[in-house]
Every structure is written in structure tokens, then in C-alpha cells.
């Protein structure tokens, strides 16, 4: 048996250069806890959900040692255990994960008068929300597209690529949100 056959396959990395698969990063774009910047962090390839929450914790608010911290991947409804691999939880090259405290942020969207209220994962995508309130409220598919999502008692509209996660710190695991038209610029 040849010698290679025993070693870790190996490629040519963005400089030219050979290098262990086993040492090769891939990026994942990160939210976190009350924090509303999108952060690109690098980890192992070969590394697990805890490895990715070693880098995390370097971006977000200060856990305490006993905090039960959680990762999600984005939209998905449960946390990912934290000894499994970043392959094996579907998580790749420029996958989007959430770190946070809350398991579910309470979420109530107001319009017209009109409240609705669910559960999401910190996750949760602002347009995911948005879509779930547009359907709950009887809203169609063209009437939606024409609304944004906004914090009660803010006119600051909301990126539909954030996660709801970063809107809350925990023990407060709860928003209310408002569906409000589109500011038009005519002229």
C-alpha cells in the first residue's frame, strides 16, 4: 500500500499552495443575540457545531460560563446539538447560523388594527415572519410585497435577510412588530 493512501487528501488552497482538508475553513455568515450586523466568521470544515460557537462567542454580547447558548441554522425550527459536525447539520460554505440564549422569540405583528401572534426559532428570518403574518392576515402574495416589517413604535423598516434573534436579548424573548405600506418615493 502506498504511503499516500494513508494520508489525508490534500488540495491546492487559493494561494497556489497544497493543503490538508482537514485544515481547510469555510465561511459562514453569523448572527447573534441583539446584535444587528451580519458577521462572515471562519471554521474548520472538519470542525463541529461547538467549534462554531467557540468563534461566535468573539462577536456577540459577553455568555456567562453557565449560559445555555444555542445554535441555529437559519429558518430551522431546532437548535443543533453541539457535538455534531458542521457537515452533518447541513451547514456549509456560506451557511447562515444564529447564535442566541432564547429557544423561541414570542413574536406578535400588528396591522390594521389587527394583532397576530406565534412563536418563531431566533432564526427566523424577517421575511419568513412576514409571509406568516401576510397569511394570517389575509393578506395576498401582491398586497404583502408592499409592506415591510417594523418595530412597534419605530419607522425604521426591517432587512428581510435578518434574523428575529437579533431583535431580542435574552430574558426578553419577545417582539412586537408592525406591517406597515412601503414608503413610496414619488417624483
Known amino acids: 500500500m502506498a504511503i499516500d493512501t494513508l494520508l489525508p487528501p490534500k488540495t491546492i488552497g487559493p494561494t497556489g499552495q497544497r493543503e490538508d482538508n482537514a485544515m481547510k475553513k469555510i465561511e459562514v455568515f453569523l448572527q447573534v443575540e441583539g446584535v444587528k450586523d451580519i458577521v462572515l466568521i471562519h471554521v474548520p470544515q472538519s470542525g463541529s457545531i ?13 455568555f456567562r460560563e453557565d449560559d445555555a447558548i444555542m445554535v441555529f441554522i437559519e429558518d430551522m425550527d431546532e437548535a443543533v446539538e453541539l457535538d455534531v459536525l458542521l457537515e452533518d447539520a ?12 432564547c429557544h423561541r422569540v414570542e413574536v406578535s ?25 401576510a397569511k394570517e ?38 417582539i412586537s412588530l408592525d406591517l406597515r405600506p412601503k414608503v413610496r418615493v414619488e417624483g
Open 137 to 174: 392576515l389575509g393578506m395576498s402574495e401582491k398586497d404583502a410585497a408592499e409592506h415591510v416589517l417594523e418595530v412597534s413604535g419605530t419607522k425604521v423598516s426591517l432587512d428581510e435577510d435578518i434574523h428575529v434573534g437579533t431583535l431580542v436579548v435574552h430574558p426578553g424573548c419577545q
Open 50 to 62: 461547538r467549534d462554531l460557537l467557540h468563534v461566535a462567542k468573539e462577536h456577540g454580547p459577553e
Open 109 to 133: 405583528v400588528n396591522f390594521n388594527g389587527m394583532r397576530v401572534s406565534d412563536s418563531f426559532p431566533p432564526s427566523a428570518t424577517v421575511s419568513r415572519i412576514k409571509k406568516w403574518a
Open 90 to 101: 447541513g451547514i456549509s460554505h456560506r451557511g447562515h447560523v444564529h447564535v442566541h440564549r
